[in-house]
């Protein structure tokens, strides 16, 4: 059981980290575009990780084959470029708990996708999980989460669409356990923060201001989330990885107000608690199949 339950509080401890990176990013849209913010933000992440690499993971580098040189690059462009610039150019209108609320949707996504692309099928009860999950989620809100700007949610929706499939592959990679995790966050997250400073490049170094907001998205939140999110995704299936981001928008509405100012409701103890049932049922009731090393390529 315990075993079971490491990489599952490895995934949920990474989700409580990311749930302060909408507020901050929020604060750092005063400032900086949504290019800037995530370029900076991944190529810096990326040269602090450059020294590992060379040192832990060289062997690994060497004998990486061209289809995973690609399937790290799609990685690269879909969710770290296109993926994060979707969600922070809809956090420029939407508020910060809506935005991760609208991350709910990865779950969704995940659990149809995986189970036709990586033959990971939940059970009858991980299913029920997702829909207690959802259902907490619903509750916490409310029935108006401030869905009125249209263009911001569908760009956060497309963030989403992106974020759902670099899990996919992330996880179809991962699962085989012949990259290591340093290698799956750290190259995926240059290819795609030098892609974006090459569409939109930096002209300036972000203001002192930002330094110590831009510092927690770099090294916390991006270096040392990702590898424990990556050695996780080698144990849990990509379904159950997906369904502990419906705590996301709990921690970030809790954050908000700290930060931010934007308040929370009464009604959202009741939703978390809700919320948290669903995402243990997922968890307590999976299939350990994952221990194994397995060598396909679904992806």
Same mark, same amino acid.
């Not at 062997?59 to 084959?65: E, G, T, W």
């Not at 080698?234 to 981001?245: H, P, R, V, Y």
């Given at each position: 059981?315990?075993?079971?339950?490491?990489?599952?509080?490895?995934?949920?401890? $990474?989700?409580?980290?990311?749930? +302060?990176?909408?507020?901050?990013?929020?604060?750092?849209?005063?400032?900086?575009?949504?290019?800037?913010?995530?370029?900076?933000?991944?190529?810096?992440?990326?040269?602090?990780?450059?020294?590992?690499?060379?040192?832990?993971?060289? +062997?690994?580098?060497?004998?990486?084959?061209?289809?995973?040189?690609?399937?790290?690059?799609?990685?690269?462009?879909? /969710?770290?470029?296109?993926?994060?610039?979707?969600?922070?150019?809809?956090?420029?209108?939407?508020? +910060?708990?809506?935005?991760?609320?609208?991350?709910? /949707?990865?779950?969704?996504?995940?659990?149809?996708?995986?189970?036709?692309?990586?033959?990971?099928?939940?059970?009858?009860?991980?299913?029920?999980?997702? $829909?207690?999950?959802?259902?907490?989620? *619903?509750?916490?809100?409310?029935?108006?989460?401030?869905?009125?700007?249209?263009?911001?949610?569908?760009? %956060?929706?497309?963030?989403?669409?992106?974020? %759902?499939?670099?899990?996919?592959?992330?996880?179809?990679?991962?699962?085989?356990?012949?990259?290591?995790?340093?290698?799956?966050?750290? *190259?995926?997250?240059?290819?795609?923060?030098?892609?974006?400073?090459?569409?939109?490049?930096?002209?300036?170094?972000?203001?002192?201001?930002?330094?110590?907001?831009?510092?927690?998205?770099?090294?916390?939140? &991006?270096?040392?989330?990702?590898?424990?999110?990556?050695?996780?995704?080698?144990?849990?299936?990509?379904?159950?990885? &997906?369904?502990?981001?419906?705590?996301?928008?709990?921690?970030?509405?809790?954050?908000?107000?700290?930060?931010?100012?934007?308040?929370?409701?009464?009604?959202?103890?009741?939703?978390?608690?809700?919320?948290?049932?669903? *995402?243990?049922?997922? /968890?307590?009731?999976?299939?350990?199949?994952?221990?194994?090393?397995?060598?396909?390529?679904?992806?």
């Amino acid at each position: 059981m315990l075993r079971r339950l490491f990489p599952y509080a490895e995934a949920i401890s $990474v989700v409580l980290i990311w749930a +302060a990176s909408p507020p901050i990013i929020k604060m750092l849209l005063d400032d900086l575009s949504p290019y800037e913010i995530a370029g900076f933000r991944y190529v810096a992440a990326f040269l602090l990780f450059v020294p590992l690499l060379l040192f832990i993971s060289r +062997a690994i580098l060497r004998v990486l084959s061209t289809q995973d040189w690609l399937r790290l690059g799609i990685m690269g462009i879909v /969710g770290f470029a296109i993926g994060s610039i979707t969600m922070f150019k809809g956090l420029e209108n939407l508020d +910060a708990t809506t935005s991760a609320f609208l991350l709910n /949707g990865i779950p969704v996504l995940t659990f149809l996708l995986g189970a036709a692309f990586l033959s990971e099928k939940p059970t009858s009860l991980q299913w029920l999980g997702l $829909v207690v999950a959802l259902a907490g989620s *619903v509750v916490f809100f409310g029935m108006s989460v401030g869905l009125d700007d249209f263009y911001s949610i569908g760009l %956060t929706l497309i963030g989403v669409l992106a974020y %759902t499939i670099n899990g996919l592959i992330g996880r179809s990679i991962a699962r085989e356990k012949v990259v290591d995790p340093l290698t799956l966050s750290a *190259v995926p997250m240059g290819i795609g923060g030098f892609a974006i400073l090459f569409i939109s490049p930096l002209h300036a170094f972000p203001p002192r201001s930002t330094w110590g907001m831009m510092l927690w998205l770099i090294v916390p939140s &991006s270096m040392l989330a990702f590898l424990i999110w990556n050695h996780a995704r080698q144990n849990l299936k990509a379904f159950e990885m &997906s369904i502990t981001l419906n705590l996301m928008p709990i921690g970030t509405a809790l954050i908000s107000p700290w930060l931010i100012g934007e308040m929370i409701p009464g009604r959202a103890w009741a939703g978390m608690l809700v919320t948290l049932v669903g *995402v243990l049922l997922v /968890g307590f009731t999976g299939e350990r199949t994952s221990e194994r090393v397995i060598q396909e390529r679904p992806l």
